[in-house]
């Protein structure tokens, strides 16, 4: 029989387990910019960036099947959401709180069933950049709106860090042009916090030597929705040869 003591301590056990896990992951950075929103992250294999609904992307960090479970569920009820009643109702607060927190909370909280080792970023674009929306998910389901910008991180510290530098830097909506060094940057800053829990602050020059070290590695992947297009789809992935440009100026 459980006791209350015996189910907290088991709840602590399970998070710090999953923080363990997450600590290694690979951050990921969100902007709005003018004419859009952007997902910056970092890949070894495999996509990180992904379309959810028309103006839904998501990305993630943690156990890769947990991720793919989590955009599957997504884009489940994105598309039967829009279906049964309309488009408009697929949101981004619907879709993270109504559809998924709930079975990451169930999931953490029964000492019966295997967590999700996952946190996730959503981003909703919208008409207007003040009324674009991002939403970042835990693996306990608890989940934060955050509006301009957000980041996630393999701990606490590392998105504090991302966040105070994104907040440092963008003072004024940028373009896709400006935000994505940006981006960049603080995805090193977020990355080397991670891996330097006590560190106060992380440099702009100690990040972008952690992001050229870990380029030889991994590829940087970005996901846009744009505002105003003439394509049918909202979202596409920057090629490499659109990514260079700002590599080699790191």
């Known amino acids: 029989m459980l006791t209350p003591y015996d189910f907290q301590e088991n709840l602590q056990q399970r998070a710090q387990y999953i923080r363990n896990r997450l600590r290694a992951g690979s951050p990921v950075i969100g902007i709005s910019y003018d004419n859009g929103i952007l997902l910056l992250a970092l890949k070894r294999r495999g996509r990180k960036v992904y379309e959810v609904y028309?103006?839904?992307?998501?990305?993630a960090i943690g156990n890769q099947a947990d991720v793919e479970n989590l955009r599957l569920a997504a884009i489940d009820f994105a598309h039967q959401e829009g279906f049964v009643r309309s488009p408009d109702d697929v949101t981004i607060q619907r879709v993270v709180g109504f559809a998924l927190s709930p079975a990451l909370k169930k999931a953490f909280g029964d000492p019966l069933t295997t967590p999700f080792v996952a946190r996730a970023l959503f981003a909703e674009l919208?008409?207007?950049p003040e009324r674009d929306q991002f939403y970042t998910l835990n693996y306990d389901g608890e989940f934060l709106p955050y509006e301009r910008f957000a980041a996630i991180g393999g701990t606490q510290t590392a998105e504090e860090q991302a966040t105070r530098y994104l907040e440092a830097q963008l003072t004024r909506l940028p373009t896709l042009e400006s935000a994505l060094p940006i981006a960049l940057i603080a995805w090193g800053v977020a990355y080397e916090a991670?891996?330097?829990?006590?560190a106060d602050s992380v440099s702009e020059d100690a990040a972008r030597a952690r992001l050229r070290e870990m380029l030889g590695e991994a590829q940087v992947e970005v996901g846009i929705l744009e505002r105003q297009t003439l394509r049918e789809n909202r979202f596409r992935l920057l090629t490499q040869q659109q990514l260079e440009p700002y590599?080699?100026?790191l």
Do not use: V
């Open 54 to 59: 028309d103006r839904l992307m998501f990305s």
């Open 126 to 128: 919208h008409d207007a």
């Open 194 to 198: 991670a891996q330097q829990e006590d």
């Open 247 to 249: 590599l080699k100026r």
